[in-house]
């Protein structure tokens, strides 16, 4: 079993920059990557990056990890409203997938 916790999330004008975390517990030691993503009101949930690249599907998002805490970063910047959206961490082991619960990110114009 593998546990995700994200955190980090909030209200930020448009143009500021949030980090998020997420902090893996559990059988870390199976885990190869984790990835983030994203779900706005009425939209499918898309990906927003993967740590194997080392950055985002989106220039202004980076993605990193510290082995050290299990934990695993998203440094937005540059932020839009058009990202406002429920952010979520995932990893898979074998088949099993698993997903944190969720930060909420919200950018006012």
């Known amino acids: 079993q593998v546990q995700l916790v994200e955190s980090g999330g909030g209200l930020v004008q448009a143009g500021g920059s949030l980090r998020l975390s997420c902090a893996a517990s559990g059988r870390t030691f199976s885990i190869n990557s984790i990835d983030w993503y994203r779900q706005a009101p009425g939209k499918h949930r898309e990906l927003v990056a993967v740590i194997s690249s080392g950055g985002g599907t989106k220039a202004r998002f980076t993605i990193s990890r510290d082995n050290a805490k299990s934990t695993v970063y998203l440094q937005m910047n540059s932020l839009k409203p058009e990202d406002t959206a429920v952010y979520y961490c995932?990893?898979?082991?074998?088949?099993?997938?698993?997903w944190g619960q969720g930060t909420q990110v919200t950018v006012s114009s």
């Open positions: 995932h990893t898979s082991v074998g088949i099993i997938n698993y």
